[in-house]
DNA sequence: ATAATTTCTTGATTTGAATCAATGTATTCA
DNA sequence: TGAATACATTGATTCAAATCAAGAAATTAT
């Protein structure tokens, strides 16, 4: 999706809040293994992912643990850091070439500003956000394992395919061995014959 | 905090905004044990609460897991059944007479419209409320034991001596005997010797 | 004040996921 | 294409918290 056509889904703009907004986000391209957001740096902007992959994660002691992953057609940013300014103890980077249009700090306030239409937009990402976070925290304090990985499948099949096992292994909050066993388990049960491709 | 005290605080509003939601609130009082949002009714509503205090739970077979805690001075409601509109999965019960200030999704809806500093409070509130979701999120997710109770001490002193231990127990998610082992370890340790009042 | 009930503690046992370790299977890259 | 590396599976063992089970302490009601 483009950005444009994402900005038109929040809300009904004015040609001039359209073209306004526009002309603050740039382009950029990210490779295979770039960081979007280093540990320690400051998130300052939100990007529109065009095209690509990242994950979100955080170090405890040496262990990555992964928190989110943005994919095309999505607003991303660590957004706990925007929100509280301080800095990123989560960093963001791409897990596939990927093409981003971004926005920074002071454009977006000034959208705010400037606008009652934008500061609409800002109270439903804020929305949204606060529901997709509650949704996958209520997902990881009180489904089963299997549970966990079977919801997964049938709510992101296409990142089944595209994200190496451990790493959503780490997403579920559960160790690579537990992962392949719990999979064994549901294919056995027939639960999931159809959606792991990759693995069959 | 009275009401007028607390909406000031987010924002610069004229006196005829701050009049024209004043009058949209309206007040109530709930006893001990009363229910504030019962499973399965619609979330449409958001309450300050002046005096008080009150559990979110949920119930998974047969057992109440606690999701949060309200107290005086904050706003409260299922945010999450209010944001997706359906039927609630989580009841809110006063765990203390309690004295609220209540506005409908209609009243609130028709501030936000009407005025640009209003639909800045939502966006202001839907922010905080994503930053302390993800902030419980991660602890429970991430922290050890010892680490989820004395932190929760340090943040929500007043909790420990007004919440039973096994209400904390749950909202930490852990079991009552856990949380007893544990708390004895800290005791033991030092660590919380001046903050549990309550069971020394 | 005493009984009844609720809440908390402590001990013994079970359990299920983490860890440790090895092998097998895919991908990547010279 | 073959070697190297990264990833996934499987088995054996460990471990920490849940569960089970009493009993003790605190709170509430009469």
């Known amino acids: 999706m483009k950005l444009q056509e994402y ?8 040609d001039k809040e359209l073209e306004d907004a526009l ?18 740096q400051y998130s300052n902007k939100v990007s529109f992912i065009e095209s690509g992959l990242f994950r ?10 992964i928190t989110l992953f943005f994919s095309e057609g999505e607003f991303m940013t660590d957004y706990f850091g925007y929100l509280t300014q301080s800095p990123s103890v ?8 990927s093409t981003i249009y971004s926005i920074d700090r ?3 306030n000034q959208l705010f500003n400037d606008s009652k239409n934008w500061e609409r937009v800002g109270r439903i990402l804020a929305e949204s956000a606060y529901v997709t ?15 966990r ?3 997964f499948i049938k709510e992101s099949p296409s990142l089944i395919q595209r994200v190496p096992q451990y790493m959503i292994a780490s997403y579920l909050n559960m160790t690579p061995e537990t992962l392949s ?3 064994k388990r549901l294919m056995q049960d027939k639960l999931i014959k159809h959606t792991i491709h990759k693995s069959l």
Chains 1, 2 share one sequence.
């Open 106 to 108: 002071d454009n977006l």
């Open 181 to 183: 066993r719990v999979k």
């Open 133 to 147: 976070s509650v949704h996958r925290a209520n997902r990881l304090l009180h489904d089963d394992y299997d549970t």
């Open 56 to 65: 979100l994660f955080y170090q405890v002691d040496g262990e990555e643990k």
């Open 90 to 97: 989560r960093p963001i980077q791409a897990l596939e070439d």
């Open 23 to 40: 002309s603050f986000f740039y382009q950029e391209k990210l490779k295979k293994g770039d960081f979007y957001l280093k540990e320690g």
């Open 7 to 14: 900005l038109k889904t929040f809300n009904k703009f004015s």
């Open 149 to 151: 990985l079977s919801t």
